[in-house]
């Protein structure tokens, strides 16, 4: 799992904490939670990571590390974050032929 770079996990109905394994993948880019059942104290990732934990998780509680947005900035971290990948991914795809 050391090459993982997304982790798209959301609307799986997780319940419980959030492994903090998952903070220590050093390619890890982008981790999305959201919309599972995850009660716990949100563990810090680096703040070269996007997370994405809202809507859905309620009971999560921000200790606002590095990585994680405050309340107040959730939405234009995400969207920014989401506009990047996108770029991103832009950038890498093959070119498309014009008839």
Do not use: E, H
């Not at 904490?17 to 998952?22: D, F, Q």
């Not at 220590?24 to 994405?52: E, K, R, Y």
């Amino acid at each position: 799992m050391t090459s993982l770079s997304q982790a798209w996990l959301q609307k799986n109905q997780f319940t419980g904490s959030i492994p903090k394994v998952l903070t220590s993948l050093p390619n890890l880019q982008l981790i999305d939670l959201s919309n599972n059942n995850l009660t716990c104290d949100i563990p810090m990732f680096p703040a070269t990571v996007a997370f994405i934990y809202k809507p859905g998780n309620l009971l999560l509680v921000d200790s606002s590390g590095p990585g994680i947005a405050s309340d107040s900035n959730d939405d234009i971290f995400n969207l920014v974050g989401m506009g990047l990948l996108l770029y991103f991914l832009r950038l890498r795809a093959p070119p498309t032929k014009r008839s």
